[in-house]
């Protein structure tokens, strides 16, 4: 007999703020416990939430980027629930209305191919704190840095079929969340991307099965392990006559098994009601319109728009592979020919690349390094010939990321600058004639060696003629 | 000296009649001498010392404010760093705040200078300050009466002169009821008007903070110094500032004031209402015209009130789980256990009654049905005053029901206690300004007070007609026997 799975998925993604959603206290990761707990965080007599707008930004960048609804006036709501590392007693949340409602994302699913992840809602929420239980001796501690901090929890409709799917799901959410819209640093292991999984089986065609949530699975290994589990555990269940009860499970990774945390009998009544502290979230269409254009461009149209340089797919790939990258190559590759594109994309994913992994620069921080000015004068000058592309990659471009000044001025104060007048190389060409009798005659002679030694010769004269020409006026003048 | 306004105490230091430090002396030992009253929670003469001395300077350097050196004391409901913050309760016994309320910012950054800090109600919730942990407060008018709640130490320091002025909160009539019963001017602004922030939360959509003075000119000044917006507080309303005493000359000859039937019902004591009256005949004299209007939902108010505000509470008072601060049971089973004990140990009757009502009103299955259902009659009463406002410019009618009651009258009756907040309940619900002004005694001779109502942001408005009587009349200037 066969089942047919049903998944959702409910995403935390942390919002990229530099404060809190609700204190000014700092978002950052790894400070010492408690050190960036305000008196708002601590929930101290008479403290009160304001509102940090970058959060709301975000939102709806997100909304807007998977085609969503942005509602205009949405609600935060306390969802009431005794816990030491909530401490408030509430955590402020969006219930009834949520800021971003619909929307879908396009994965390529394994076994269904090109499909569209419904999503139900988006709404924002504030992060609670962590209990330490390991460290203390029949203690626990708490640690309140990560309280407040700002979540845009995303909801999927239960369409996805496999655990597969579930993680090409994942994948693409946490693509789009950390390359294309830039709202979430994506660390996994930090937390700041962390899924439920909802999973029931069913007959085909039956009703919905009832369902049981995996929580706080933080990695796309365990997401895919804990719901191959879970599906594994349901239709044996089933199938031996037992029943599914709605419950709350945790997966294990060490045993790769979920267990179970509460039934939907002992889940809490959070009482949700509006904050009284919060005015209803107005947002108007101008402030939408702004961030609408602020949104960037779709990987997929940057990767169109990379194949018009005639860029080699290979590389186009290497490129779009990151947003950050694909975006600073489009820019510096504005209004160049194909030929100086090959140049630039070339140096951009070999030495440039290198060089920033090496000083853990950013890509978008390239042209504090590297003026993009200079450097498209640079892809410019090996076109027209004026210098070699060897000269440029080994001694300019060092030159430029050493602060030395501008690609001519390098060209210039190194005397790299080829010598393209015909004249001059031909005088050079007719001395060397003249000088190497013997390799003239080799060469006439069939000695096809004999060509590179006079080129050598040449080169050696006059190290910076164009190797191009030096080749085509040597022939005609041996003829 | 202890017999002066803040508008004369303000001459007096300004034109160095007095020091700040002198002042100060005074107010603490007056403090000193009626301890009796129990209005004082906490009291350090070296801070107020030093702040008066701080205010001489001031003074001496010329950049003082009409309020530099003026004494104050501070409700127990605004967090202060300098002197402990309890609530109140037991909850929070001894607890130092490690940042002050904006209000007591606002008033210290004018000058004033702190005289300690003021009982009342756990919480601010109560009408008779019978509920605090750390005891009555007794009305300076009638030692067996109760000064009002839950501001009941704002009232009675102000009545007794043992402070000049007080700040206050007003959640469904906290400010009002113990100007009336204490015979003081008590005055909340609108909704939004003062700043919450570390003011410990009681019903967020209806605290507000204000004040206690001898007349409606000092509250004038003091709103000067004390309101205005607050980036920390997400419900303060952003509008240009303003001088509260601008109206303090207007004249009421014309002025409509509506006189809502239902605030002389059944239920309002003949004493009461007979002084009530004598007031409105006194503003028709002064040439005001007084119009009847309605507000006929307004008694719906109680059962509305007592869904919001504890729903709000439940949950605005869950943060007290004896975990980070306040009081932490010595034994316990587990984290559950200790956070039960913590909370049962800590909390008084009352607040733990309206945490248990609010916690049911928001239950699954019960929220629709009350809680939605107060939020629409709270929106209609607000309505109706709005409706009330095209036919009058400002409301007036009784503070409450009846003088203030005898300690214990009603303690063991949670409802009659309700009641008392009858007449001021609306208004809070509407989040419009209104004020107790003294009119006159009642029963025992006790205080009765008037209350005066305007519509939102025209506290200036309210506090001129106010004036306008406290010019005709005396009743602001009794002051109790004996003090």
Not at chain 1, 147 to 176: C, D, F, N, W
Not at chain 1, 230 to 248: C, P, R, S, V
């Amino acid at each position: 007999m066969n089942w047919e799975v049903v998944i959702g998925l409910e995403t935390h993604v942390q919002l990229s703020t530099r404060s809190k959603i609700f204190s000014n206290a700092s978002t950052q990761f790894g400070a010492p416990p408690n050190t960036q707990a305000s008196v708002i965080d601590l929930a101290l007599p008479g403290t009160l939430p304001v509102l940090n707008r970058g959060a709301v930004e975000r939102a709806i960048r997100f909304g807007l980027s998977i085609g969503g609804t942005i509602n205009t006036r949405s609600i935060f709501a306390r969802k009431n629930y005794f816990y030491p590392d909530l401490p408030k007693g509430y955590q402020i949340s969006q219930y009834e209305i949520p800021i971003v409602q619909g929307g879908k994302i396009p994965i390529d699913s394994p076994t269904r191919g090109q499909i569209e992840i419904q999503l139900t809602r988006a709404h924002l929420e504030e992060d609670a704190g962590k209990s330490l239980h390991e460290d203390f001796q029949g203690m626990s501690g708490i640690d309140l840095n990560r309280a407040g901090t700002p979540l845009l929890e995303i909801v999927s409709e239960p369409v996805m079929r496999s655990a597969a799917e579930a993680v090409a799901y994942a994948k693409a959410l946490h693509k789009r969340v950390v390359e294309e819209i830039e709202i979430c640093d994506g660390n996994m292991q930090e937390g700041s991307f962390r899924c439920d999984a909802n999973v029931s089986v069913r007959r085909p065609g039956a009703p919905l099965g009832t369902r049981r949530e995996i929580k706080n699975l933080n990695s796309f290994r365990f997401l895919q392990q804990a719901i191959e589990y879970e599906i594994k555990w349901q239709i044996e269940t089933l199938e031996d006559g037992g029943k599914i009860q709605q419950a709350t499970v945790l997966f294990d990774p060490d045993k790769g098994e979920t267990r179970m945390m509460r039934t939907k009998e002992d889940a809490h009544d959070y009482r949700y009601f509006p904050d009284p502290d919060l005015l209803p979230v107005m947002i108007s269409e101008e402030w939408i319109e702004q961030v609408r254009q602020s949104l960037p461009e779709k990987l997929d149209k940057q990767r169109e728009r990379l194949l018009e340089y005639k860029i080699p797919v290979q590389q186009v790939e290497q490129l779009t592979a990151s947003r950050s990258i694909s975006s600073s190559a489009l820019t510096l590759l504005k209004g160049s020919t194909d030929k100086e594109a090959s140049l630039l994309v070339n140096w951009l994913l070999g030495p440039i690349s290198s060089k920033l992994k090496q000083e853990s620069i950013e890509f978008d921080q390239l042209d504090t390094k590297l003026p993009r000015d200079s450097l498209k004068t640079l892809a410019a000058r090996v076109a027209e010939g004026s210098i070699s592309n060897s000269a440029a990659g080994s001694i300019v471009l060092p030159a430029m990321w050493a602060g030395e000044g501008t690609a001519d001025e390098i060209i210039e104060k190194k005397g790299l600058k080829q010598i393209s007048d015909s004249g001059a190389i031909e005088k050079i060409i007719d001395e060397v004639i003249a000088t190497h009798a013997q390799l003239v005659a080799d060469y006439r002679n069939g000695k096809e060696k004999a060509f590179n030694a006079l080129v050598g010769q040449i080169m050696k004269a006059r190290r910076n003629a164009n190797p191009t020409q030096v080749n085509a006026i040597l022939k005609t003048k041996l003829r | 000296m202890f017999d002066k306004s803040v508008a004369e105490l303000s001459r007096a230091l300004l034109s160095k009649q007095i020091s700040a430090v002198e002042l100060a002396r005074i107010y603490l030992d007056r403090i000193e001498q009626h301890r009796a009253l129990n209005a004082f929670l906490d009291v350090r003469p070296d801070v107020t010392l030093g702040q008066a001395k701080a205010a001489d300077a001031r003074i001496a350097r010329g950049d003082a404010t009409p309020l530099t050196g003026v004494p104050i004391a501070h409700k127990d409901i605004f967090v202060t760093r300098d002197f402990a913050s309890t609530a109140s309760s037991r909850m929070l016994q001894g607890y130092m705040s490690p940042f002050d309320a904006t209000i007591v910012e606002n008033l210290a950054g004018a000058g004033m200078v702190t005289l300690g800090k003021l009982n009342c109600d756990e919480f601010a919730m109560g009408s008779s300050n019978e509920n605090s942990h750390y005891g009555n407060v007794l009305n300076p008018w009638d030692k067996n009466a109760v000064p009002g709640g839950s501001s009941g130490g704002s009232a009675a320091a102000v009545a007794a002169r043992i402070a000049p002025a007080a700040t206050a909160t007003d959640t469904g009539g906290s400010i009002r009821e113990p100007a009336a019963f204490s015979g003081v001017t008590g005055i909340k602004p609108t909704y939004g008007r003062a700043s919450r922030w570390g003011m410990i939360a009681f019903a967020s959509s209806l605290d507000q903070a204000g004040v206690m003075t001898c007349s409606a000119e000092d509250a004038a000044l003091l709103f000067n110094g004390m309101l205005g917006f607050d980036p920390k507080d997400s419900t303060s309303v952003e509008r240009a500032a303003e001088d509260y005493t601008r109206d303090l000359r207007s004249d009421v000859k014309g002025l409509r004031i509506g006189v809502p039937a239902e605030f002389f019902d059944a239920g309002l004591q003949p004493d009461v209402e007979k002084a009530v009256r004598e007031a409105l005949a006194e503003y028709a004299r002064l040439g005001a015209n007084l119009v009847d209007i309605s507000l006929p939902n307004a008694a719906l108010g109680i059962p509305v009130y007592y869904v919001i505000a504890p729903a709000e509470c439940s949950s605005n008072l869950s943060r007290f789980d004896g975990i980070r601060y306040g009081h932490r049971a010595e034994r316990y089973a587990d984290l559950d256990d200790m956070i039960k004990k913590s909370r049962a140990e800590g909390f008084g009757p009352e607040p733990q009654r309206r945490i248990l009502i609010g916690t049911y009103v928001l239950s699954h299955g019960y929220y629709d049905a009350y809680y939605i259902q107060a939020q629409k009659v709270r929106r209609i009463i607000a309505d109706e005053f709005q409706q009330a406002f095209r036919a009058c410019d400002v409301i007036a009618g009784p503070v409450t029901t009846s003088v203030a009651f005898g300690f214990g009258e009603k303690a063991a009756d949670p409802v009659a206690m309700y009641l008392s907040d009858l007449y001021t309940i609306p208004g809070s619900l509407a989040g419009i300004p209104a004020m107790s002004l003294p009119c006159g005694f009642g029963a025992h001779n006790r205080p009765v007070g008037l209350q005066l109502m305007a519509n939102y942001f025209e506290e200036a408005k309210l506090l001129g007609v106010a004036h306008r009587y406290q010019e005709a009349t005396d009743w602001h200037r009794r002051m109790p026997p004996g003090i």
